[in-house]
């Protein structure tokens, strides 16, 4: 059979049809990831560097064997919101699923930051789709600046009127730092009428998470994703924790039928296999152990050349050099060694700055070896 041919598509007059989008979106870059040839090591994504094993994956080829296809999936993903209740102790309706907290993030925006009566206030340096996504929209924003040692200073935090809403991570991506539960605390009865979306995308490898105050504050949305400590950036699953009122509200603006067949029967396996469990806890306990070990590693090697290594509540470490040419020097001596790290060099206060990934012991111990040869 002759392959179709390809039909000619019309372009527009963009002068008319460019207005229908922000100009901050038309003067935006298309997300972008560096894919360089001949990579061997991935340190680059923050994902687990442990597949699942292959019985669970088989269990779930077998729940997908059973579904019926041509039909759609739980419109809401009920039974993923009761494993998660479940899994967290928490009630359902406490619950909104996703496909992956990133559009939760964009959700959240549009729907909530659009419509403030105060001001929306951003932490910064911090995962970059929170400023991007708030500039497509035309939602204007101002930070709140880590300090010098990227830790969050409570007093940096701008003037809060009633209506606010204050985006922040903690652990926080790219710098690894957390907000104390205790100084949040404070800050969630300081400001009864501003509402903190806390990014816990990482809270798994740190020991004070947020879960519990749900319980005493009706100001709080936590969003979680299952990519990290679960190994499950491939399922794309996330989910936001808050009142009931909160998330029956999202939930109205959260599109139907997002969670496919696969996620849905990989979830079960996710919260109802005793396996999963321990593969799970087993994967966090060995990414903190690699953790300190590589930073001890890396110290002494990076300080001799006046290189910063910042100690991570995450499954990752940021260093930074003390100029942009040494580290992009840096970026690209590693790639043609085969390892990807993410340059984040580009980003608002991350000047100099690569974030590594931890891995598989013996990659790390190769990125070690790697930092070796590039800094003596």
């Not at 064997?65 to 039909?71: P, S, T």
């Not at 010098?148 to 730092?177: C, H, R, W």
């Amino acid at each position: 059979m002759d392959a179709p041919k390809t039909l000619s598509v019309q372009s527009p007059d963009w002068t008319w049809l460019s207005q229908y989008f922000t100009k901050s979106l038309l003067a935006a870059r298309p997300y972008k990831l560096d894919a360089p040839q001949n990579i061997v090591i991935k340190l680059d994504q923050n994902e687990s560097p442990w597949d699942w094993p292959r019985a669970l994956k088989e269990k779930i080829a077998k729940r997908l064997v059973e579904e019926e296809w041509n039909r759609y999936p739980d419109p809401m993903g009920s039974e993923v919101t009761q494993g998660l209740s479940r899994y967290l102790g928490i009630s359902p309706d406490c619950i909104l699923t996703s496909s992956g907290s990133n559009h939760l993030i964009t959700l959240i925006l549009e729907g909530l930051a659009k419509q403030l009566l105060g001001k929306l206030v951003i932490a910064r340096p911090s995962f970059p789709l929170f400023e991007s996504h708030s500039q497509y929209l035309d939602i204007p924003y101002e930070t709140w600046e880590l300090d010098e040692n990227f830790q969050y200073d409570l007093k940096k935090l701008p003037e809060l009127p009633d209506g606010s809403m204050v985006i922040f991570a903690s652990p926080n991506n790219p710098t690894g730092n957390s907000l104390a539960k205790k100084d949040f605390r404070d800050l969630l009865a300081r400001y009864p009428k501003v509402l903190f979306l806390a990014d816990e995308a990482y809270y798994e490898f740190d020991d004070d998470p947020y879960t519990d105050l749900i319980s005493e504050f009706g100001n709080l949305l936590i969003l979680r994703t299952l990519s990290k400590t679960m190994g499950a950036a491939g399922v794309r699953l996330g989910y936001a924790i808050g009142s009931p009122e909160l998330i029956k509200n999202l939930g109205k603006l959260r599109v139907p039928f997002l969670l496919n067949h696969f996620t849905l029967a990989a979830a079960q396996t996710i919260f109802d296999d005793p396996e999963m469990r321990a593969f799970m806890d087993r994967n966090v306990a060995n990414a903190r152990s690699e953790r300190e070990r590589m930073f001890k590693n890396l110290v002494p090697l990076a300080t001799h050349q006046k290189v910063k290594v910042y100690n991570s509540k995450a499954n990752f470490l940021l260093l930074r050099w003390p100029n942009q040419e040494a580290c992009q020097l840096t970026y690209q001596r590693l790639m043609e060694l085969g390892i990807q790290v993410r340059n984040i060099s580009g980003g608002p206060g991350l000047f100099g700055c690569l974030r590594v990934t931890i891995g598989l012991p013996k990659e790390n111990d190769a990125f070690v070896e790697a930092m070796k040869s590039i800094l003596r």
